[in-house]
């Protein structure tokens, strides 16, 4: 079974620039999750997708963070403008569905630096 | 909300030698607890999860953890360390809060493991 897709596995970009990254999930999950990981911290959810519609993005910061999954399956994570602190490994991730206690799969991440 | 607090940022431990990563958690509703792995410039792989039933729960490579409610605590252990686990490990909760939002995890900052020879 293949497992998250990620791309790319690393972006080096100039401040207030422009970055995208794209995940395609495990064939069949609903649930699809973006992540954010600061160097030596624990990952923090950005945004949850059930299906094509947005389940959480509490957390997002939407005045240069967004993101979507239109027809359910692969999103798109875009950043506009970078800021320094954004350099991280955006981690996508997907589940069966959002219920809780439900293995969710990691991919490899895409490392941005911000410089 | 919900959160996860694992004590001590990094442990060092000889191979062969235990190993004992604390976590403790807060959950104002019954919690879902997992124990991830992450080797350099790799993802999260799942080690184990405890969801409902024995609260002893066996994971990949060797690794077992024991839900304690009453000390709201879920330590992953390893009897005897192997160079191939020095990795980062982190622990993580999820659980129906509020009616939305629920399936996601919470995690905690990290415990770095090295394993010396």
């Known amino acids: 079974e293949a497992g998250v897709a990620q791309s790319p596995r690393y972006k080096i970009i100039e401040k207030r620039q422009s970055v995208a990254f794209w995940c395609n999930p495990i064939s069949g999950h609903a649930t699809l999750y973006w992540y954010q990981q600061i160097l030596g911290q624990g990952p923090k959810l950005l945004i949850q997708f059930q299906n094509n519609g947005v389940v959480d993005d509490s957390q997002l910061p939407k005045d240069r963070f967004s993101a979507e999954r239109l027809k359910g399956v692969d999103s798109t994570l875009k950043i506009q403008p970078a800021k320094l602190e954004d350099s991280a490994v955006y981690l996508c991730?997907?589940?069966?569905?959002?219920?809780?206690?439900?293995?969710?799969?990691f991919g490899e991440g895409s490392w941005l630096t911000v410089v | 909300a919900q959160s996860v607090t694992q004590l001590g940022s990094h442990v060092s431990v000889s191979e062969g030698a235990l190993v004992l990563l604390r976590c403790n958690y807060s959950?104002?509703?019954?919690?879902?607890l997992f124990w991830y792995v992450q080797y350099p410039n790799q993802g999260l792989q799942l080690l184990l999860k405890?969801?409902?039933?024995?609260?002893l729960v066996k994971g990949i490579n060797g690794f077992e953890a024991e839900f304690k409610k009453s000390e709201t605590s879920f330590h992953l252990t390893k009897p005897s360390a192997h160079m191939s686990d020095a990795a980062e490990y982190f622990c993580?909760?999820?659980?129906?809060?509020?009616?939305?939002?629920?399936?996601?995890?919470?995690f905690g900052q990290g415990t770095i493991l090295t394993v010396h020879p």
């Open positions: 991730a997907s589940s069966l569905d959002q219920s809780s206690g439900n293995t969710i799969y």
């Open positions: 405890y969801t409902t039933g024995a609260t």
């Open positions: 959950s104002s509703v019954p919690p879902y």
């Open positions: 993580a909760v999820s659980g129906k809060s509020g009616g939305t939002s629920y399936g996601k995890l919470t």
